[in-house]
């Protein structure tokens, strides 16, 4: 099986792992160069030397920063100054928590104190967090991913999860992704966003939501999120040397807006990816968006496959990378030798409602059976029973809404956060503006009516305001020419159109 290919115990080097960390009782001596940071007697943090940690102490109580975190309201803080500042507030651990809310970045933190040593990330989790179970092991290890464990520890997939690799809905979707918590190894779980790790009794907690979110009027809520996205941006320029991923889409047109006072050291680029035909808009498109503003624009082209020697190294750097994803990969490094960063706008799509019209009937309550169907995962033993432990652990969702909660944290905390790390193979490090708490729960507090397809009034309000001449070329066209017709696609595109119209004008 193609899964099973992939050597979890191959030979180490400085290539593999990168940008990853593991936290254990001891250093991990195995992977030579790497950083090696005291947390305190029972917990050592092991980095990789091109991962970014950060430490700040004040007797008995610290703070320890896995990545970059940004502070749109100062926009030229460093990690070191904003580690300070969340140590000042590590009074309680609801009020350190409530701190990040409006931090942006892709970060771990780790908090310790006499009574408390806890985990947990940033707002859609794509500095991702993996742990040991305590039937597993008493003393726990968390890392940056699964593989990195079971490479330590030399753990076999277990049996459901290896018929779950083997089913059709695995093989039927190229962007598989693991349901809930679950991961290929029974000894290992995921944190998934919204909650942190208990690192003295290894139990996970959510921390939200904890209260009502509230509602904005449109007016009000984009011009928070104007703030908050623009301040992002600046701080991001300050700190690194970016580029711009660019396609035709609303959510990449919307970053480069908040951009506008960095307009002079916008760099943007579009993989083009191996069968796109030259008439694709997202490279129409975009280069005349682009062109028109004077911005340097550079196609990357990809190769409909990986050379043979970058897709073992690729494989090795985190387990069960998705093939698909290689080239786009191998052809970024070889562009830019993971010396940028890059700039997307993932995680907008969870402020979108983008799962209402996936399903039959609007309701606000769903068994794990639908919920592994709207994520292309429908009838699967493993899915359902994942969906129904992350239902029955939610509690109360006040008025956040079960499907946009889906979407968070099962799609954008899993799958996203996933391709981030394996793209970590060809960028310095990645960055969206999106993954803040503060403005995604600000988008949520907009009626969904103007969040929603197909207007998405809300967001092209972000764009009038920050740069309204992003306007001028049409976000994703019509896909006419653009794919083979099929009448499975027509059907379920006809369908998707009416069932906004319904819910749109309160019909259903």
Same mark, same amino acid.
């Given at each position: 099986m193609y899964f099973m290919e992939q050597d979890l115990q191959g030979s180490f080097n400085s290539d593999r792992f990168i940008n990853q960390f593991i936290l254990g009782p001891v250093f991990v001596d195995a992977l030579t160069g790497w950083q090696q940071v005291n947390i305190d007697k029972s917990f050592k943090l092991t980095a990789h030397p091109e991962l970014n940690v950060e430490q700040v102490s004040d007797g008995n109580k610290s703070i320890t920063i896995i990545g970059y975190i940004l502070d749109p309201a100062h926009p030229e803080a460093t990690d070191i100054d904003v580690a300070g500042i969340l140590l000042s507030k590590f009074t309680s651990l609801d009020r350190l928590i409530r701190a990040t809310n409006q931090l942006g970045g892709r970060w771990a933190i780790i908090a310790k104190n006499d009574e408390q040593a806890i985990l947990f990330n940033d707002a859609l989790g794509l500095r991702q967090v993996f742990f040991t179970?305590?039937?597993?092991?008493?003393?726990?290890?968390?890392? $940056?991913?699964?593989?990195?464990?079971?490479?330590?520890?030399?753990?076999?997939?277990?049996?459901?999860?290896?018929?779950?690799?083997? $089913?059709?809905?695995?093989?039927?979707?190229?962007?598989?992704?693991?349901?809930?918590?679950?991961?290929?190894?029974?000894?290992?779980?995921?944190?998934?966003?919204?909650?942190?790790?208990?690192?003295?009794?290894?139990?996970?907690h959510r921390f939200w939501p904890k209260e009502p979110i509230g509602k904005l009027d449109l007016v009000q809520g984009v011009d928070n999120a104007v703030k908050m996205l623009e301040g992002l941006m600046d701080a991001a320029y300050i700190r690194f040397d970016l580029v711009h991923g660019m396609t035709a889409g609303l959510d990449s047109r919307t970053v480069l807006a908040a951009s506008r006072k960095n307009k002079e050291n916008i760099r943007a680029i579009t993989v083009r990816q191996g069968l796109m035909p030259d008439s694709h808009y997202d490279l129409t498109v975009t280069s005349r968006l682009l062109g028109k503003h004077g911005i340097p624009h550079s196609i990357v082209n990809a190769?409909?496959?990986? $050379?043979?020697?970058? $897709?073992?190294?690729?494989?090795?750097?985190?387990?069960?990378?998705?093939?698909?994803?290689?080239?786009?990969?191998?052809?970024?490094?070889?562009?830019?030798?993971?010396k940028k960063v890059a700039v997307t706008g993932g995680g907008a799509e969870v402020a979108r409602s983008s799962f209402r019209f996936r399903i039959d009937g609007y309701k606000s309550g769903y068994e794990a059976e639908e919920l592994a169907k709207l994520l292309f995962m429908e009838g699967n033993a493993f899915a359902v029973q994942a969906y129904a432990q992350w239902l029955d652990e939610i509690g109360n969702l006040y008025d956040v809404h079960l499907l946009d909660l889906l979407c968070w944290e099962n799609l954008h905390g899993n799958w996203m956060a996933g391709t981030y790390m394996e793209f970590d193979f060809a960028w310095r490090d990645i960055f969206t503006p999106f993954n803040c708490r503060g403005l995604l729960v600000n988008l949520l507090s907009i009626d969904e009516k103007y969040r929603s397809a197909p207007d998405y009034k809300a967001f092209k309000e972000l764009i009038k305001i920050m740069w309204p001449e992003l306007l001028v070329e049409p976000i994703n066209p019509s896909e006419k020419n653009q794919k083979c017709f099929s009448w499975e696609g027509w059907w379920r595109s006809s369908k998707n159109r009416v069932k906004r119209y319904l819910y749109k004008h309160g019909l259903r």
């Open positions: 179970t305590p039937d597993y092991c008493k003393d726990v290890w968390a890392a $940056s991913q699964p593989g990195l464990i079971a490479w330590l520890f030399n753990l076999k997939v277990d049996d459901e999860a290896m018929n779950f690799l083997d $089913s059709y809905v695995i093989r039927k979707y190229r962007e598989y992704r693991w349901p809930g918590n679950a991961t290929a190894f029974g000894e290992i779980k995921h944190l998934l966003p919204n909650r942190y790790l208990d690192l003295n009794a290894i139990q996970v190769y409909p496959y990986m $050379s043979a020697a970058f $897709s073992k190294a690729f494989k090795e750097n985190v387990f069960l990378a998705h093939d698909h994803y290689g080239p786009d990969a191998e052809a970024i490094l070889h562009k830019f030798s993971r």
